[in-house]
């Protein structure tokens, strides 16, 4: 039987693929013979981990990319396409989700830059992309949205409904584009073990209320969100698109 999980000589375009859970894809997809595009807003950071991959015997390009600059990002999507010929996969990974003190302290600034990075951002991108995929034969679009976005918190009211949109970014880009053979589906995240995550994971006083609601008492390693990736990133889940995959451990409805 083929490997229907097979990624090999796909290029795969990973937005903070720099660190966190980024990263774990990016190294997933290396291992699995794909050709890596490492996009952060750090380029150093970037390089940093393209080199490895090299090392490592993959192909991969590092680009500069800010996901809440929308004029910017045509430029990026152009420029991966002039190195590698076409994008295969796009995993809107890039995110944020400060915590503001309350919903009447949320300033507008800090609302346009939560949609901005969280859905502006992954829209733009999904646009861009999918119309270069529709002209190579096709793709998959991979939205990485949150636990919040289906059971929102006070304090993260707008990255929540910034994440819901994702959800329905998703739902309404594959319709669109089913057409042009490009599939867009999504993984909701519940907590992982990232630096985002860190100031009440990798802190012993919190760490206990986090994962008292998860069914597997732990929070998730980085390398665990890889599989559902790679799933939605290959023909194993050709048959599957607008869809939205949890990935959190278990947490209680
Ligand atoms: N960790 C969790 O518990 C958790 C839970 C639910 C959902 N998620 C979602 O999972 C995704 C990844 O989160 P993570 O925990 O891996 O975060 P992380 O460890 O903080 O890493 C964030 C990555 O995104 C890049 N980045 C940040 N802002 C960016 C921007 N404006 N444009 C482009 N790249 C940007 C960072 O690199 P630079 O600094 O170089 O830009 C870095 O590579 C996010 O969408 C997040 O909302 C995470």
């Not at 966190?20 to 890596?36: E, I, N, S």
């Not at 490592?56 to 152009?78: Q, S």
């Not at 600034?109 to 733009?124: E, F, H, S, T, Y």
């Not at 999918?130 to 919040?148: F, H, L, P």
Request: proline share 4%.
């Amino acid at each position: 039987m083929s490997d229907i999980f097979d990624v090999s000589n796909k290029v795969v375009m990973v937005t903070g693929g720099s660190r966190g859970l980024g990263k774990a894809m990016c190294l997933a997809f290396a291992r699995g013979g794909a050709k890596v595009v490492v996009a952060s807003r750090k380029l150093d950071e970037c390089e940093k981990l393209a080199g490895e991959l090299r090392d490592g015997g993959a192909e991969a390009l590092a680009i500069a990319c800010h996901v809440g600059h929308w004029d910017a990002l045509e430029t990026v999507v152009d420029e991966v396409v002039a190195h590698f010929g076409r994008i295969d996969v796009l995993v809107n990974n890039a995110g944020m989700s400060p915590v503001a003190p309350s919903l009447l302290e949320t300033s507008e600034a800090l609302v346009d830059k939560i949609l901005d990075v969280n859905l502006k951002g992954p829209l733009r991108l999904t646009a861009l992309v999918a119309s270069k995929m529709a002209t190579s034969g096709g793709g998959s679009i991979i939205n990485i949205s949150s636990v919040a976005s289906v059971r929102p918190a006070p304090v993260t009211t707008a990255y929540s409904a910034a994440k819901a949109g994702l959800n329905a970014l998703t739902a309404a880009s594959a319709q669109e584009y089913a057409h042009a053979g490009v599939r867009v589906n999504c993984v909701v995240c519940g907590t992982f073990d990232t630096d985002a995550a860190a100031g009440f994971v990798r802190n012993e006083e919190t760490l206990p209320y986090v994962i008292e609601p998860i069914a597997l008492k732990r929070v998730g390693q980085p390398e665990e969100v890889v599989g559902a990736v790679l799933y939605f990133a290959s023909a194993a889940s050709s048959y599957t698109t607008g869809t939205c995959l949890t990935v959190d451990g278990g947490v209680r409805p």
